[in-house]
């Protein structure tokens, strides 16, 4: 069975710097979608960005970009120019190209400091 | 666009009761998917629908779990003598099809008193 592992349960930043939150997974398969989850106090969980395992390429959206390293199934967020509204539990989230589920780490707590 | 709809937004009721959570998802979406959130953790995996059949029920921990989704719409997960160990965020997401990302619902708060 798939797994995914977020180590750091909490993480701070300072307004307007760059902050890094790890993840890495366990898989078998070689084609598969990584994501990042964004989930505020409201609940909802919110799409921050997508990587398709078979692209080399980093995928990027606006100040959040990933570092995904396949070989070491490592697949890590780079939040840059920190923002008050980045506040919020992370999750890593992993799905098979075959599949449908959602395999989702603990979650990483960010803090943004004014 | 209106998205993932959840009803009710928190629900309390008492230990061997019956309660049911409704989802609406994002129109067009024909893929649709529950999760189940304890406190301090990751969503994990109920069930997914592919229109009106669930194509993996795999993910519901007992026979008190049941959903449906009956016109491929709007779909109801049914939780029947709701132990302590229930209370959760149940939360709900649809795409487009099981290859697209999936949009979240806010949830629904169970307590099981």
């Known amino acids: 069975a798939q797994t995914v592992t977020q180590s750091q349960p909490e993480m701070s930043v300072q307004e307007a710097e760059t902050v890094t939150l790890s993840c890495t997974y366990d898989?078998?398969?070689?084609?598969?979608?990584l994501f990042w989850y964004k989930q505020p106090p409201s609940r909802q969980m919110i799409l921050v960005i997508r990587?398709?395992?078979?692209?080399?390429q980093n995928a990027t959206e606006n100040r959040f970009s990933v570092n995904f390293q396949k070989a070491a199934k490592s697949f890590s967020l780079k939040i840059s120019d920190s923002q008050l509204g980045d506040a919020a539990m992370y999750f890593c989230?992993?799905?098979?190209?075959?599949?449908?589920?959602?395999?989702f780490g603990e979650g990483t707590q960010l803090t943004v400091n004014p | 666009g209106a998205g993932v709809s959840q009803t009710p937004s928190n629900k309390v009721t008492e230990k061997g009761k019956y309660v049911e959570l409704r989802c609406d998802p994002i129109?067009?979406?024909?893929?649709l998917y529950w999760y189940r959130q304890s406190l301090g953790q990751g969503p994990e995996f109920l069930i997914y629908f592919q229109g009106t059949g669930a194509a993996d029920d795999s993910g519901l921990p007992n026979d008190r779990f049941f959903a449906v989704r009956p016109e491929g719409s709007v779909s109801t997960l049914k939780i029947q003598r709701t132990e302590r160990g229930d209370s959760a965020v149940y939360l709900c997401?649809?795409?487009?099809?099981?290859?697209?990302?999936?949009?979240f619902g806010d949830g629904t708060r169970l307590s099981i008193l």
């Open positions: 997401a649809s795409s487009p099809d099981r290859n697209q990302p999936q949009h």
């Open positions: 990587q398709e395992a078979y692209k080399q």
């Open positions: 989230a992993y799905q098979e190209t075959s599949g449908s589920r959602l395999t």
């Open positions: 129109s067009g979406h024909t893929a």
């Open positions: 898989t078998s398969e070689s084609d598969y979608y």
